[in-house]
Nanobody
Framework: QVQLVESGGGLVQTGGSLRLSCTAS????????MGWYRRAPGKQRAFLAS????????DYAVSVKGRFTISRDNAKNTVYLQMNSLKPEDSAVYYC????????WGRGTQVTVSS
């Protein structure tokens, strides 16, 4: 059974940075376009960023473009999300999945940005 595991969240002040990690058991992520998503309180889960299997192509939502960077290390079966210039509105639970949301969602990692 495939299990996605997100980590790296926490409490940070406005303008701060965090790096999230996504790993998986039961599958290799390297063959997939992978994405990061988030769900803020009272809102639907939203797409943030995606990356091609070889890491050569990325795509970002307007809300995070220029502040967030998605990357991957296929040797470690891990996808990352570097988040800079964080704002209170970035507070949410962050998840990873394939770009087509193929796998069951993991538990996510909570990011809280204080003002």
């Amino acid at each position: 059974q495939v299990q996605l595991v997100e980590s790296g969240g926490g409490l940070v002040q406005t303008g701060g940075s965090l790096r999230l990690s996504c790993t998986a058991s039961g599958t290799t992520l390297s063959i997939n376009h992978m994405g990061w998503y988030r769900r803020a309180p009272g809102k639907q889960r939203a797409f943030l960023a995606s990356i091609s299997p070889d890491g050569g192509s990325t795509d970002y939502a307007v809300s995070v473009k220029g502040r967030f960077t998605i990357s991957r290390d296929n040797a470690k079966n891990t996808v990352y999300l570097q988040m800079n210039s964080l704002k209170p509105e970035d507070s949410a639970v962050y998840y990873c999945n394939t770009r087509t949301v193929y796998y069951t969602w993991g538990r996510g990692t909570q990011v809280t940005v204080s003002s």
